[in-house]
């Protein structure tokens, strides 16, 4: 069974800095991974989505890279905001179930 | 506007009293989800679906039941709600591309089993 984890569970940067949200996962046969910003007691909202065969995608400020051999991701965060703070969850499709790391809640301080 | 919507938004209920949780998407999505969020565990899978009268379970079926008659429509069935069941549940939706497959969350129903 595929498991998914993200370290670390939260973080706090001063604003302006970069930042770097790891995701591992344990079973390498996936068709893509995804990266989702939840806000308190919404929805998650897709950031990022990586297929199996790519090594990164990019997005503004946010670049997702996708080591699939080793079974980790990355999201890095250029020049973080306030308006960043939120939970990120990563997700890797297997075909036919998604499996969800627990998320790293994030706050950038002003 | 491309949405997937669930109802009721909040519920209350006490154990026993059998209950449906709708979801809804607009974008001819084939394939639908149930998830529910518990703190410390994440989202974890209930039931999917890959397309019309198509279900499967994910990891934590047990006490649920889906349907999927049509396209757009996905409910979620406790037939005997417990507490163990209190729960923030999702409901998502996507289309199924090979591997290009970016799913759609809906704003979530906070379920509570007295």
């Known amino acids: 069974k595929q498991e998914v984890t993200q370290i670390p569970a939260a973080l706090s940067v001063p604003e302006g800095e970069n930042l770097v949200l790891n995701c591992s996962f344990t079973?390498?046969?996936?068709?893509?991974l995804q990266w989702f910003r939840q806000d308190p007691g919404k929805g998650l909202t897709s950031l990022l989505l990586?297929?199996?065969?790519?090594r990164e995608q990019t997005s503004g400020r946010l670049n997702a890279s996708l080591d699939k051999s080793s079974g980790r991701s990355t999201l890095y965060i250029a020049a973080s905001q306030p308006g960043d703070s939120a939970t990120y969850l990563c997700?890797?499709?297997?075909?036919?179930?998604?499996?969800f790391g627990t998320g790293t809640s994030l706050t950038v301080i002003p | 506007e491309a949405q997937v919507t669930q109802n009721p938004r909040y519920l209350i209920t006490v154990t026993g009293k059998k209950l449906t949780v709708t979801c809804s998407q607009n974008?001819?999505?084939?394939?639908m989800s149930w998830y529910r969020q518990d703190p410390g565990l994440g989202l974890r899978q209930i039931y999917y679906?890959?397309?019309?009268?198509?279900?499967d379970k994910g990891d934590v079926p047990e006490g649920y039941k889906v349907s999927r008659k049509e396209k757009r429509n996905f409910p979620l069935i406790l037939e005997s709600p417990s507490p163990n069941q209190t729960s923030l549940y999702f409901c998502?939706?996507?289309?199924?591309?090979?591997?290009?497959?970016?799913?759609?969350f809906g704003p979530g129903t906070r379920l509570t089993v007295l």
């Open positions: 974008m001819n999505h084939e394939y």
């Open positions: 997700a890797v499709d297997t075909g036919n179930q998604f499996y």
């Open positions: 998502a939706s996507s289309f199924r591309q090979g591997a290009i497959d970016t799913q759609y």
């Open positions: 990586i297929q199996s065969s790519q």
């Open positions: 679906s890959m397309n019309v009268e198509v279900t």
């Open positions: 079973d390498s046969a996936i068709y893509n």
